[in-house]
């Protein structure tokens, strides 16, 4: 029942940032939009999450529109390393479920 | 600070058996949940526990179970293994209020033969 929609892959040359789209249109008030990352057999990595404003931390960048029916995130300086499944997530604060959808897959080239 | 511990990496058993798998939080976390991750399923939640109760259940059979200890580690119980039971067994704890951001372990892969 994931409420987002991600392309299934992309590609990306390591140095140069990486942009990840993630729609949710249906999206209620109340809701977070919130990013993980799961490299290869390992567990899910948190990355990010906002309400409206625009985030920033040590990893990424998190843009949302301001119909907040999509956003996007940005891995400002990709590295081999950021090779993953990137997942956008939205939900209520308050839900203590994540509700994993297939996500991207992102390729970090050299 | 330690991350999510659980234990152990890996387990093979067999159709029929049961299996534990455990789970320590980050220190502070009172929250735990547990995850079921298959390539043909995906991730998905199991339940989730806080101070010792379970407030969150999935859509999974009564043979998948739970429990959470006094000091905020969990165990999860699968009896009466199936082959559909292999798969990467995630925990995350939670600061609930933190805007409930779940920090992830490394997992458990349990093979059924």
């Known amino acids: 029942d994931a409420k987002t929609t991600q392309p299934p892959s992309m590609d990306c040359a390591e140095g140069r940032a990486a942009n990840l789209p993630c729609n949710h249109s249906?999206?209620?008030?109340?809701?977070?939009v919130y990013w993980y990352r799961q490299i290869h057999s390992q567990g899910p990595q948190y990355i990010i999450h906002g309400l409206k404003n625009n985030e920033t931390n040590e990893m990424a960048s998190l843009i949302i529109t301001e119909d907040r029916k999509s956003s996007t995130l940005i891995l400002p300086h990709a590295t081999l390393r950021d090779t993953a499944v990137y997942y956008c997530?939205?939900?209520?604060?308050?839900?203590?479920?994540?509700?994993f959808g297939a996500g991207t897959t992102v390729t970090v080239r050299a | 600070k330690a991350g999510v511990t659980q234990t152990p990496r890996y387990l093979i058993k067999t159709r029929g058996q049961q299996v534990t798998l455990s789970c320590s939080p980050i220190?502070?976390?009172?929250?735990v949940s547990w995850y079921q991750q298959t390539p043909g399923q995906g991730l998905q939640f199991l339940f989730e526990?806080?101070?010792?109760?379970?407030?969150n259940k999935g859509n999974f059979p009564g043979r998948f179970s739970g429990r959470q200890f006094s000091n905020s580690r969990s165990e999860m119980n699968v009896s009466t293994l199936e082959l559909g039971d292999s798969a990467l067994y995630l925990c995350?704890?939670?600061?609930?209020?933190?805007?409930?951001?779940?920090?992830f372990g490394a997992g458990t892969r349990l093979s059924v033969l």
């Open positions: 995350a704890s939670s600061l609930r209020g933190d805007g409930n951001i779940q920090y």
């Open positions: 249906t999206i209620s008030g109340n809701e977070y």
């Open positions: 220190s502070g976390h009172r929250s």
């Open positions: 526990y806080f101070s010792e109760t379970q407030r």
């Open positions: 997530i939205v939900r209520v604060a308050s839900d203590y479920k994540l509700s």
